[in-house]
């Protein structure tokens, strides 16, 4: 077994279970080179693909940090109730926290091909037919967008989110809210967001993103 399992596994515990929350400053390297008897080199090895999954960050001459990504996605989304039990209201506060967090992480990483499945699922959402029809575009779309994170932990997230949104009430609100004049927006507002990530805009990218998901809150939710 790889010496790193263990510690690995440890530290995942610790997230699922909520002892290390978002904004949580972990141990530095050394201190959990002498906890767990094992090397700092183990550690950064560790540290590195938490970071590259998304869980957490770090920054020079601060320390490592929880992320909100981490925080919203070890709270069950990989069972089958968490999907069956999570509400339009949580749906939206998870929403909220990840989409903008790995905006940086798609600008850093999307390809062309990326791109062009974007723009094909703003296309197929403008020609929907149906609200159930247009619903399914724009939940492809974020799901496309995370996708070109090339992160599977990211994607697998986001793919759950997605079967949330499946579920009836999500669907109901959606098609009770959703007037002539709120789709023309969003189809706006996810064409504007496309461009700031081709445009590898990430500044811009973040704020459209979060003006999108607070717009659609707004609607849906009345907050």
């Known amino acids: 077994m790889d010496i790193s399992t263990p510690f690995r596994d440890t530290l995942q515990h610790k997230l699922q279970s909520g002892e290390w929350r978002a904004g949580d400053r972990l141990p530095t390297e050394r201190a959990l080179s002498e906890q767990f008897g094992i090397s700092r080199t183990t550690v950064r090895k560790v540290f590195q693909e938490m970071k590259a999954q998304g869980l957490i960050s770090q920054t020079v001459g601060s320390g490592t940090y929880v992320t909100d990504l981490a925080a919203a996605a070890v709270k069950g989304l990989a069972t089958g109730d968490t999907v069956q039990q999570t509400s339009p209201s949580e749906l939206m506060e998870a929403r909220l926290a990840l989409e903008p967090a790995i905006i940086e992480l798609v600008i850093g990483n999307a390809t062309s091909a990326d791109f062009g499945r974007m723009d094909a699922c703003c296309a197929k959402a403008e020609a929907a037919g149906t609200v159930e029809e247009f619903e399914h575009?724009?939940?492809?779309?974020?799901?496309?967008?995370?996708?070109?994170?090339?992160?599977?932990?990211?994607?697998?997230?986001?793919?759950l989110m997605n079967q949330v949104r499946a579920q009836g009430e999500w669907g109901l609100l959606k098609k009770r809210s959703l007037t002539p004049e709120r789709r023309i927006a969003y189809q706006n507002e996810h064409r504007l967001l496309?461009?700031?990530?081709?445009?590898?805009?990430?500044?811009?990218?973040?704020?459209?993103?979060?003006?999108?998901?607070?717009?659609?809150?707004?609607?849906?939710?009345?907050?």
């Open 137 to 159: 575009w724009d939940g492809m779309l974020h799901e496309v967008i995370a996708d070109a994170a090339h992160n599977s932990f990211v994607s697998s997230v986001f793919k």
């Open 194 to 223: 496309v461009d700031a990530i081709k445009d590898r805009d990430l500044m811009r990218a973040k704020d459209l993103a979060m003006g999108h998901l607070v717009h659609v809150r707004k609607n849906l939710l009345n907050f």
